[in-house]
């Protein structure tokens, strides 16, 4: 098999990591009010891509295409959601570092990949693993001459000190925790270990990052971390989910959670489970922006009696028509947290209002429309200078 088949073999099945992914990008972007996960029409139509390019934002904005790969499919793990999962029946490949590292180059030079996801299934345990994740990264970085975006899996059973080299060479790294707790993981994967193996690598990033200088990482900036969740895999709830994932971002500064919807995958112990609809994911994305850059807590939450988030409409608009419909928000006195908490204003609308307020009272929905603002979503839930906007409505 040559290095090209290799990669082909190793990449089959990335779809399934969606971290960067432009999808969960556009998700973001538009969090409170997107309805559709729609791809952006600026990257590179799949058609006209390598099978194992996938169109990416990074985590400063900028849209690349990165390689999305492993090093081996060869896995001891068991993981009974995983296509790469040990005993499953399918042809295997792997990389040597310098190999792939060689490979990527060729890619990279010939504007095939900007930035590289590397992650690996399990062979001769975890950290041997880590060891040629690493080795890799090292070549790339010191040998090769790669400064572009990096983004590196820590794997279950990793040493601290393998953590901290990672995230001297990397941009990002992570680890999947797949499920939000202890029991839930075992339905997924009984063969790993929650704290000590999943969580604990999260918590020496943290750790590392508030001991050390960032000038002693790679440019000279600390790297993000994220995680990622099997939504539906375990039958547990969205509750749980965001549980996890709230205490993730407060305590160890995760960037972001990604959310992946379970579908069953053949030969697998799962493979006569129910797909998980993916309008759930899409809700759970929204709800976990809200929770990081919106100012709402677990409890503002419209969690349903099963402890699930509505699918028929965003969790935002659901909350606001419980709270705001009978008590608007008045736009030329609102503090900027309860400006976010209307539908259709984020950040950067809520500052825009905020500077507006400056220099002139804020009278009719002209305004907000001049900033941009979709005046249908806002207006049932605002006042304007004492008066409801949704009667203005008919102007529009």
Avoid at 125 to 146: M, V, Y
Avoid at 330 to 335: G, Q, S, T
Wanted: with cysteine.
């Amino acid at each position: 098999m040559n290095a090209l088949d290799t990669l082909i073999e190793l990449s089959s099945q990335m779809e399934l990591e969606h971290a960067e992914d432009a999808s969960t990008a556009l998700v973001a972007k538009n969090a409170p009010h997107s309805a559709q996960r729609d791809k952006p029409a600026c990257f590179t139509p799949k058609e006209k891509r390598a099978a194992f390019t996938h169109p990416a934002q990074l985590p400063n904005g900028k849209q690349v295409v990165l390689l999305k790969t492993l090093l081996t499919s060869a896995c001891e793990r068991d993981c009974y959601y995983c296509p790469f999962r040990a005993g499953r029946d399918f042809r295997r490949a792997m990389f040597k570092p310098q190999e792939f590292a060689e490979l990527f180059m060729k890619m990279n030079k010939a504007k095939m990949a900007e930035g590289i996801f590397l992650s690996s299934g399990i062979a001769a345990g975890g950290a041997n693993t880590q060891n040629r994740i690493i080795d890799t990264a090292e070549i790339l970085r010191k040998k090769l001459g790669f400064r572009g975006y990096m983004h590196l899996k820590i794997m279950p059973g990793a040493e601290k000190g393998q953590v901290e080299r990672m995230m001297q060479l990397a941009d990002r790294v992570s680890i999947n925790l797949e499920a939000p707790n202890i029991e839930r993981l075992a339905r997924l994967a009984p063969h790993k270990i929650f704290i000590e193996e999943l969580l604990r690598p999260l918590k020496w990033v943290e750790e590392i990052r508030r001991s050390q200088p960032a000038y002693k990482f790679w440019n000279g900036k600390y790297p993000s971390t994220v995680t990622q969740f099997v939504a539906g895999g375990s039958d547990e709830s969205d509750l749980e989910l965001l549980t996890t994932t709230n205490w993730l971002m407060k305590n160890v500064r995760l960037t972001r959670a990604y959310f992946s919807a379970f579908h069953p995958i053949r030969d697998t112990p799962l493979e006569n489970k129910t797909a998980v609809d993916p309008l759930r994911e899409h809700r759970l994305y929204q709800a976990s922006f809200l929770l990081r850059d919106y100012g709402f807590d677990l409890e503002d939450m419209p969690f349903m009696q099963n402890e699930n988030l509505p699918l028929h409409t965003d969790p935002k608009m659901a909350w606001a028509q419980t709270n705001l419909k009978e008590k608007p928000v008045e736009i030329n006195k609102a503090e900027r947290r309860d400006l976010l908490r209307i539908p259709g204003i984020g950040p950067k609308l809520a500052d825009a209002i905020l500077q507006a307020r400056r220099r002139t009272k804020l009278r009719d929905l002209t305004a907000l429309r001049k900033m941009g603002i979709i005046v249908a979503r806002v207006s049932p839930f605002v006042l304007l200078d004492g008066r409801r906007a949704e009667s203005q409505m008919a102007m529009f």
